[in-house]
Antibody, heavy 120, light 111 residues
Framework: EVQLVESGGGLVKPGGSLRLSCAVS????????MSWVRQAPGKGLEWVGRIKTKPDGETTDYAAPVKGRFTISRDDSKKTLYLHLSSLKTEDTAVYYC???????????WGQGTLVTVSS | QSVLTQPPSVSGAPGQRVTISCTGSNSNIGAGYDVHWYQQLPGTAPKLLIF???NRPSGVPDRFSGSKSGTSASLAITGLQAEDEADYYCQSYDTSLSGSVFGGGTKLAVL
């Protein structure tokens, strides 16, 4: 059974930093492109960014609102995906989901999400 | 404003058929990228409902179907059931943004 479990969310002040983790099981993580998607309270889904596999150079892409502030990384030995958030703004408040990237561009499997609240 | 445009809400009576549209542009759907649909029940994570325009993952009822034409796509739900009340999102890839793009979501109400 495929499982993705996010952790690391919480309350942080504007300008602060946080690291989210996504532990995966049930599929060959090292072969999977992975994305982070967020959802602000009462709003729709917003793609945050993606990391490709090591053979694909572990290339990362980011959405414009987070580029230069957020960093995605992965540890294949621990089957864990990370999202480092820095210079946080109140508008970054959201539930953050990790998701797999299918070769057709869809997101096949999702975690349950972790809430990040940016507030003073 | 979302890159892909969906109606904010649709509704239908039990047993009826509804459709949800998703309109993009020549940098995403019109460029030939696949469209995927997700169902998000209240308080839960999104779930893949339709992948690559027309395909259903295992376990998704055949009451759900997808189509794509030009710069648009549609999700159709037949035989509406109360359990179908949820938010539905379309998603594709945008070449100018180099990443996934989502529609703003459509809330389905089963009257």
């Amino acid at each position: 059974e495929v499982q993705l479990v996010e952790s690391g969310g919480g309350l942080v002040k504007p300008g602060g930093s946080l690291r989210l983790s996504c532990a995966v099981s049930g599929f060959p993580f090292s072969n999977a492109w992975m994305s982070w998607v967020r959802q602000a309270p009462g709003k729709g889904l917003e793609w945050v960014g993606r990391i490709k596999t090591k053979p694909d150079g572990e290339t990362t892409d980011y959405a414009a609102p987070v580029k230069g502030r957020f960093t995605i990384s992965r540890d294949d030995s621990k089957k864990t995906l990370y999202l480092h958030l820095s210079s946080l703004k109140t508008e970054d408040t959201a539930v953050y989901y990790c998701a797999t990237d299918g070769r057709d561009g869809g997101h096949d499997f999702w975690g349950q999400g972790t809430l990040v609240t940016v507030s003073s | 404003q979302s890159v892909l445009t969906q109606p904010p809400s649709v509704s239908g009576a039990p047993g009826q058929r509804v459709t949800i549209s998703c309109t993009g542009s020549n940098s995403n759907i019109g460029a030939g990228y696949d469209v995927h649909w997700y169902q998000q029940l209240p308080g839960t994570a999104p779930k893949l409902l339709i992948f690559a325009n027309t395909n259903r993952p295992s376990g998704v009822p055949d009451r759900f179907s997808g189509s794509k034409s030009g710069t648009s796509a549609s999700l159709a739900i037949t035989g509406l059931q109360a359990e179908d009340e949820a938010d539905y999102y379309c998603q594709s890839y945008d070449t100018s943004l180099s990443g996934s793009v989502f529609g703003g979501g459509t809330k389905l109400a089963v009257l």
